[in-house]
């Protein structure tokens, strides 16, 4: 393996901005500009966001570059998230790397944004040591050997092929990760997603954006038991989130009629009772995709990846199913650069480059 490869990875898909800098699977800087702004809307205005990262992308990329200890002429190519995201938002990130590039002569490598959450597990630190032998790389793997104990381990490294739960603010979906670049979709929702559900329910409950981190801490203190939601009876893989959301709505209303003061008194329960439903809805279709694949190696990715209640589901279900599970570090959950520049690491490797003229796309897809 070529330790002198240097990948600048860009991430611009929607309100983060970050740059991260790697020397192969090894991760050097990796450096995000929040966008708070959109905390007064309940959401993100995709006209403010673009703004913000016009002002962020070129203090990041050289804050990034700086704390990699190296200068913009070591690095060998530039990684960026070309798509799924908001389009105003990806065009800056985009157009930079475009320009960047050129300026230095250097391959220009596009990487799907959903890809690199999957991926995020295979990032190392300076730190890390191999396990065992050679860490697994991006080349396809059938030994079935892990980086992992029984019960899982956070941010282990996961071999092919595994199953993936992809859960954010945008997707929801259960991949079968056969290769860095051979990845299938068994099942997707076919409306919200888990983490746009949480964070409307936080909204009708008044208590802020993001609602995902607001909802994991209240619910680590009430009861998950406490209040029943319908669960939706989609077949197969498929995920549904909406009728959730409106069971949680009505359901709200009708007690508020009974007591005004009824989510400040009840909020604890509210929150844990919600996690508690979505998780159960994510982990039940999970376990159907382990038995139609027969693939234990499962890994869980996306911003959602974070929630406490999520995060136990995997841990209980490696001890009652004999699971060996992927984690990601809390630093990788969420959009980063970093995610983006290992996947470019891996495509440099088979010189998989993009042209100057690549679109960039706004469409949830893996093609």
Not at 54 to 74: C, F, L
Not at 168 to 173: D, E, I, L
Not at 174 to 194: C, H, K, P
Request: with cysteine.
């Amino acid at each position: 393996m070529d330790q002198d490869i240097y990948i600048l990875g860009i991430e611009s898909s929607c309100d983060d901005t970050s740059a991260a800098v790697l020397k192969g699977e090894v991760l050097l800087s990796n450096v995000t500009a929040s966008q708070a702004v959109h905390e007064a809307y309940g959401g993100v205005v995709p006209e403010l966001a673009s703004r913000a990262h016009q002002q962020n992308i070129v203090p990041v990329v050289g804050e990034a570059i700086k704390r990699a200890g190296i200068t913009k002429e070591q690095l060998s190519a530039v990684a960026f998230t070309r798509g799924p995201g908001l389009m105003g938002s990806l065009l800056v990130g985009v157009n930079f790397a475009k320009g960047f590039a050129r300026s230095l002569g250097i391959p220009l490598i596009d990487v799907n944004h959903l890809q690199g959450h999957v991926m995020a597990h295979f990032i190392r630190t300076p730190s890390d040591s191999p396990e065992g032998g050679e860490r697994m790389t991006h080349k396809e793997n059938d030994s079935g050997a892990a980086n992992s104990s029984p019960s899982g381990r956070l941010g282990g490294v996961p071999p092919y092929p595994f199953l993936c739960l992809l859960v954010s603010g945008g997707n929801s979906q259960i991949v079968l990760v056969r290769a860095y670049n051979n990845m299938e979709v068994l099942g997707q929702t076919i409306d919200d997603a888990a983490g746009e559900a949480i964070d409307k329910c936080s909204k009708v409950m008044g208590l802020g954006y993001p609602g995902g981190p607001i909802i994991d801490k209240l619910a680590r203190q009430g009861n998950p038991k406490a209040y029943q939601f319908s669960e939706p009876h989609i077949p197969g893989l498929d995920y549904s989130f909406s009728g959730l959301k409106t069971s949680f709505l009505y359901s709200l209303r009708k007690w508020i009629e009974e007591d005004p003061d009824f989510i400040e008194h009840h909020k604890e329960d509210l929150a844990a009772s919600l996690e508690w439903t979505i998780v159960d809805i994510l982990m039940k279709k999970l376990r159907l995709a382990v038995k139609q694949t027969g693939v234990k190696h499962v890994a869980v990715a996306g911003g959602v990846s974070a929630n406490n209640g999520l995060r136990n589901a995997f841990y209980d279900h490696a001890r009652r199913y004999g699971w060996k599970i992927y984690i990601p570090k809390f630093s990788y959950t969420t959009d980063n650069a970093a995610m983006i520049g290992v996947v470019g690491y891996y495509k440099f490797l088979d010189k998989e480059f993009c042209s100057i003229d690549a679109p960039a796309f706004s469409k949830v897809t893996f093609t």
